[in-house]
């Protein structure tokens, strides 16, 4: 299994969004970069579902239902989309600020290149996000 981290800003799609929804497709993505980690997501795969903008906070934790297919809102080939269900919501959202400051977490992704939507995560520092939420 591996663990990865999306990125949405709450006010166009938030995890509230995802839970209403039951299981949504992760599109919009533009960034090669993201779109190869959406391309290495398999089913089964942990997702960290992180606020972006003012928020700024890890808030749930959703599961990879379906592998990487054509983005439907582009005919563009080189985009794609995963299904994503959400799993639970953190008891406590983890912030930016306690990423930053927790020694374990200094070589996230999420801190080193900061603007990637979609980022993978090492299984130490997902279980790290979840003591700390707790």
């Known amino acids: 299994m591996n ?6 800003e709450p006010n166009a799609y938030s995890w509230d969004d995802l ?3 039951g299981r949504d497709h992760w599109d919009g993505v533009r960034n090669y970069a993201a779109r190869n980690h959406m ?4 089913v089964g795969d942990l997702v960290l579902f ?6 700024k906070a890890v808030v749930g934790i959703a599961k990879v239902v379906k592998e990487y297919y054509q983005d439907p809102t582009t005919d563009d080939d080189r985009w794609v989309v995963v299904d994503l269900v959400p799993e639970r919501k953190l008891d406590k959202p983890v912030t930016l600020d ?5 020694e374990r ?7 080193k290149i900061s603007r990637l939507s979609v980022q993978p995560v ?5 279980d790290i996000i979840l003591e700390l939420s707790s």
């Open 19 to 21: 839970v209403k929804l």
């Open 3 to 8: 663990y990865w981290l999306v990125k949405s």
């Open 98 to 102: 306690q990423v930053k400051a927790d």
């Open 105 to 111: 977490l200094k070589e996230m992704i999420l801190i």
């Open 50 to 55: 992180y606020h972006s903008v003012n928020e």
């Open 39 to 42: 391309k290495d997501m398999k």
């Open 122 to 126: 090492k299984k130490e520092e997902f």
